[in-house]
């Protein structure tokens, strides 16, 4: 069993940067791919990015977001990150993160959730 939580969310103008933070409970963490999702207002889910779990030189990044964000994870710390750069109107949503036993683009490959965290991005 492993447990979410996001934080870092917050309304920010075009732009600017944020950083997501994703605290994974559980001492397998290590085991799990991990992956952000964001969903905005009517809407799908919708993979943002992705991280291996054996090798943090492994990643996936929807086209919306490479070059702009990055994810990392920190295992000491259980925890992984999204740093958003270049902030746009249109990345504004919900951003989840999500633990599975492979690095995919779909939310159904995942088997655990946080509760999400909130970005705005104002023009």
């Known amino acids: 069993q492993v447990q979410l939580v996001e934080s870092g969310g917050g309304l920010v103008q075009a732009g600017d940067s944020l950083r997501l933070a994703c605290a994974a409970s559980g001492r397998t963490f290590n085991r799990y791919a991990m992956g952000w999702f964001r969903q905005a207002p009517g809407k799908e889910r919708e993979g943002v990015a992705a991280i291996s779990w054996w090798s943090n030189a492994i990643t996936y990044y929807a086209d919306s977001v490479k070059g702009r964000f990055t994810i990392s994870r920190d295992s000491a710390k259980n925890t992984v990150y999204l740093q958003m750069n270049s902030l746009k109107p249109e990345d504004t949503a919900v951003y989840y993160c999500?633990?599975?036993?492979?690095?995919?683009?779909?939310?159904?490959?995942?088997?655990?959730w946080g509760q999400g965290t909130q970005v705005t991005v104002s023009s």
């Open positions: 999500a633990a599975g036993s492979k690095m995919a683009a779909r939310a159904i490959e995942y088997d655990y």
